[in-house]
């Protein structure tokens, strides 16, 4: 079936740790700032179509991890904040980096 956003998440942290790549460098790669790319590839925001086509390109992913990064993100999120280990994971990435951003 199709990908979905967390699939897509999980693809492309694991291709930020293994080529030890910082979400600062990903998203300067495709000329854009890193918290939004961050929140796009969290599935917090869709992405441009050409930028996720870079994006996927630049990681080594599956063409299709392209279109789900462009999809408009699941607006019922909202609801599902206390539970999802992805949103917990990006307000750390804030929490961390946010004197930096």
Same mark, same amino acid.
């Given at each position: !079936?199709? *990908? &979905?956003?967390?699939?897509?998440? =999980?693809?492309?942290? =694991?291709?930020?740790? #293994?080529? $030890? /790549?910082?979400?600062? &460098?990903?998203?300067?790669?495709? !000329?854009? &700032? =890193? ?6 590839? *969290? $599935? ?7 930028? +996720?086509? +870079? /994006?996927?390109?630049? *990681? !080594?992913?599956?063409?299709?991890? +392209?279109?789900? *990064? +462009?999809?408009?993100?699941?607006? #019922?999120? #909202? ?15 804030? !929490?961390?980096? $946010?004197?930096? /951003?």
């Amino acid at each position: !079936g199709m *990908l &979905s956003k967390s699939d897509v998440t =999980e693809m492309i942290y =694991e291709k930020k740790r #293994t080529a $030890g /790549l910082s979400w600062a &460098s990903i998203a300067e790669d495709i !000329g854009m &700032s =890193e918290v939004f790319v961050t929140s796009a590839c *969290l $599935g917090m925001n869709s992405l441009p179509k050409d930028k +996720a086509e +870079a /994006l996927t390109r630049n *990681l !080594g992913l599956p063409q299709e991890a +392209a279109i789900v *990064l +462009a999809e408009y993100p699941n607006k #019922t999120f #909202t609801q599902t904040v206390p539970t999802d280990p992805c949103i917990y994971r990006f307000y750390e990435i804030i !929490g961390v980096y $946010g004197q930096t /951003l």
